[in-house]
């Protein structure tokens, strides 16, 4: 039997190809593909429509899926408790001694209080080629914070090739501007508080400069800020929100300090 035999005998297919060609072909219109597809959805009927399908359709949700994941996968990972994730790294690190593996140890090992054991794991990246890597100095940093030590923090942190990444660039100012504030500097922590809102990729910066104005009688400008991040949280999706929980609910602090 040939194709037209076939069809002939299921019709609703020919209306299906139809509707999926009007459907593809806005969705090439709005997602801005190459203009050889218009044509080929088209002239070109089934066969037209199921090379759109699988060329173009299934592998762009796949990549969403994947960006969703991605996005999601931190959010998810920080409801987890501390001491279940830092047993999970610490295995992976024991099977694949990597860069990453041991900074993230010993980054959930400082969070966890807990500084000569992260200490412990970020000691042989401090020496040779791994010195002046940006995850070094900047898991290096968060350990001295939590000693209490924001002269080292900082001197690690202004060592950071902050062009590395906007992510990188972020987290490194922003920490850098609370190492200065803990130093008295707070008119660096200003400027630094201020450069690290530029571009930023977390709502983090925003909400520690709002509670360094808190703590410097600054109500006015605080205010500011935290309504900046209530208009933020307002238009934010469902899966930024879940992403920034944690500063949307520390501004949400903030606010009631203020009020």
């Known amino acids: 039997m040939n194709l037209f035999g076939f069809l002939g ?21 709005i997602t801005r593909r190459p203009t050889y597809w218009f044509f080929i959805l088209l002239f070109g009927s089934y066969i037209g429509v199921l090379a759109y ?22 959010a998810l ?4 408790p501390l001491e279940s994730r ?10 694949s001694d ?47 914070m939590a000693r209490r030590d924001p002269a080292a923090a900082a001197a690690h942190l202004k060592r950071v090739d902050l062009k ?21 500097l707070n008119g660096e922590a200003e400027a630094t508080y201020q ?3 530029i571009g930023a990729t977390s709502e983090e910066p925003r909400v520690r400069y709002a509670a360094f104005l808190i703590a410097q009688n600054r109500s006015a400008d605080a205010k500011r800020e935290l309504d ?3 208009k933020t949280e307002q238009r934010a999706s469902r899966l930024y929100k879940g992403q920034e929980r944690e500063w949307f609910s520390m501004a949400g602090k903030l606010r009631r300090e203020l009020n």
């Open 195 to 197: 450069q690290a809102l």
């Open 228 to 230: 900046i991040l209530a």
């Open 9 to 29: 005998h299921y019709p609703w297919l020919g209306y299906l190809s139809g509707a999926l060609q009007l459907i593809f072909l806005v969705h090439a219109i």
């Open 53 to 74: 399908l699988f060329l173009e359709v299934l592998p762009g949700m796949r990549g969403n899926a994947r960006r969703v994941s991605s996005t999601l996968q931190p």
């Open 98 to 144: 990597t860069l990453q593996n041991r900074a993230d140890l010993a980054a959930l090992l400082a969070r966890a209080g807990r500084e000569d054991e992260a200490q412990g794991v970020l000691e042989p990246l401090l020496t040779g080629i791994y010195a002046d890597d940006p995850l070094v100095l900047l898991t290096s940093a968060e350990l001295s």
């Open 86 to 95: 830092i047993r999970e790294v610490r295995e992976r690190t024991e099977e």
């Open 77 to 80: 990972e920080n409801l987890r």
């Open 164 to 184: 590395t990444s906007a992510s990188i660039r972020t987290r490194t100012l922003t920490l850098l501007a609370q190492a200065q504030a803990e130093q008295t």
